[in-house]
């Protein structure tokens, strides 16, 4: 049983998130979608709310499992007894921060490795504070994420200086 961990701030998921979902799919039989808890950010949304988008917008498949995490990665896939981590890469912009934070998990626990999976071409300019950003200024955001993100988001991002 291959399981990968895909973590993520997924504020909120995007298409692009839910392509990559759909493909890493087909490479490993289990995914833990991770909502990454990180109490330096100030997310637009609870780890709670990210979570119940995401387990909206992926259905009811029992190869998905959808949770959180506080505190550094590495710890939380040992916690969890995984191995692989799988990241998306969008342009060459992506690259300079997956390879160093790559290189950090390496250094912090050897054991795990970090699979890399290109986001489809459809989706490659989507980016969560992209979409955060037209929804605050009132721009739509119809096809970048998904229809129960659109609603939640629309309101959100207005209510929110
Ligand atoms: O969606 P993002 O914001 O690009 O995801 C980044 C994330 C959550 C994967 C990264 O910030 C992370 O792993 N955070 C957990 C804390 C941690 O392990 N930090 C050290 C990374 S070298």
Same mark, same amino acid.
């Given at each position: 049983?291959?399981?990968?961990?895909?973590?993520?701030?997924?504020?909120?998921?995007?298409?692009?998130? *839910?392509?990559?979902? $759909? +493909?890493?799919?087909?490479?490993?039989? +289990?995914?833990?979608?991770?909502?990454?808890?990180?109490?330096?950010?100030?997310? /637009?949304?609870?780890?709670?709310? +990210?979570?119940? @988008?995401? +387990?909206?917008?992926?259905?009811?498949?029992?190869?998905?499992? #959808? %949770?959180?995490?506080?505190?550094?990665?590495?710890?939380?896939?040992?916690?969890?007894?995984?191995?692989?981590? /799988?990241?998306? /890469?969008?342009?060459?912009? %992506?690259? $300079?921060?997956?390879?160093? @934070?790559?290189? @950090?998990?390496?250094?912090?626990?050897?054991?795990?490795?970090?699979?890399? @999976?290109?986001?489809?071409? &459809?989706?490659?300019?989507?980016?969560?504070? /992209?979409?955060? &950003?037209?929804?605050?200024?009132?721009?739509?955001?119809?096809?970048?994420?998904?229809?129960?993100? $659109?609603?939640? *988001?629309? #309101?959100?991002?207005? &209510?929110?200086?």
């Amino acid at each position: 049983m291959r399981v990968a961990i895909y973590p993520g701030s997924f504020d909120p998921i995007t298409n692009g998130h *839910l392509n990559l979902i $759909e +493909r890493g799919l087909v490479l490993f039989d +289990r995914l833990v979608v991770a909502v990454s808890n990180n109490v330096r950010k100030k997310p /637009l949304f609870s780890a709670q709310e +990210r979570m119940e @988008m995401i +387990r909206a917008a992926v259905g009811d498949d029992d190869r998905i499992d #959808v %949770d959180s995490f506080d505190g550094l990665l590495v710890q939380y896939c040992q916690r969890r007894g995984a191995r692989i981590i /799988l990241r998306g /890469l969008r342009a060459i912009s %992506d690259f $300079e921060f997956e390879f160093q @934070m790559t290189h @950090m998990n390496r250094q912090l626990a050897d054991e795990i490795e970090t699979v890399f @999976m290109m986001t489809g071409e &459809e989706h490659f300019y989507v980016s969560s504070s /992209l979409v955060r &950003e037209i929804a605050h200024f009132g721009g739509s955001v119809t096809g970048l994420v998904p229809a129960n993100v $659109e609603a939640r *988001l629309m #309101v959100r991002a207005k &209510e929110t200086p």
